[in-house]
């Protein structure tokens, strides 16, 4: 099986506070995430903070979309991680970003699991960051 | 509550099969490293792939910890995440990569949630090797 994985890292910013503290609602972005992305959901575990703030993770096939969220400064620090050709995982980030309503994020795509000649494994790291205007209607 | 997080990204190589394919293993290595590395278990999930290789993840506050595996390549790509100050994310690291027995890993640590004074969030990165020879009783 292939060992290739894309693993987004994403610090979104600007997020809206009703969205990023409601654990069912953030359950139900990463459920329609996974699908938009064509990943087979196998469990998922959502957890609230007192007073605030949400740890989601779905379990995917071979992968998993994780979040841990801070209403009160509208950020999530957000990861999606697919293995194979058939997931598309960006597909779920600009979903998820979009739901949020994030205005800004740092992302890195982190891609794992590449096989060296000397039966070790490294990653690469491409970082970049988006300003997400919604203003216009762009994203 | 403070957004920095501390994420290690892993690729082990060289791993015992055995360990690396076995999920109930894997459970009770996950929540002995939570508790090394000072962590509070929420919830834990693993799913075993047929024919071979393991996903799981444990949620702990505010953090996670998430490995998916290959065995048949002696690779386990590994996660630890932890916020807050209480939590020692590489003592985890350091015990799953040895109950692995992983000889090497590529590793990225990745300090999350880094507040700017525009409102937005970045994370920096450090990424390094390490031969794990065990031959001598070295981690």
């Not at 699908?35 to 007192?50: I, L, P, Q």
């Not at 994780?66 to 991680?81: F, I």
């Not at 600009?94 to 795509?109: C, G, M, R, T």
Request: net charge negative.
């Amino acid at each position: 099986m292939d060992t290739i994985g894309h693993h987004y890292i994403v610090e979104a910013a600007g997020c809206d506070p009703k969205v990023i503290g409601d654990a069912d609602k953030i359950r139900e972005i990463f459920l329609e995430a996974a699908k938009r992305g064509n990943m087979e959901v196998k469990a998922s575990y959502f957890f609230k903070f007192s007073p605030m703030g949400v740890s989601g993770v779905v379990i995917v096939a071979e992968s998993h979309i994780s979040v841990h969220t801070w209403p009160e400064k509208g950020y999530a620090a957000l990861d999606v991680y697919t293995c194979g050709e058939k997931a598309d995982p960006e597909k779920a980030v600009d979903y998820i970003l979009e739901q949020f309503k994030a205005q800004y994020a740092h992302v890195s795509e982190i891609k794992r699991g590449i096989e060296e000649d000397d039966e070790t494994f490294t990653h690469t790291i491409l970082t970049w960051e988006e300003k997400l205007d919604r203003r216009n209607g762009k994203l």
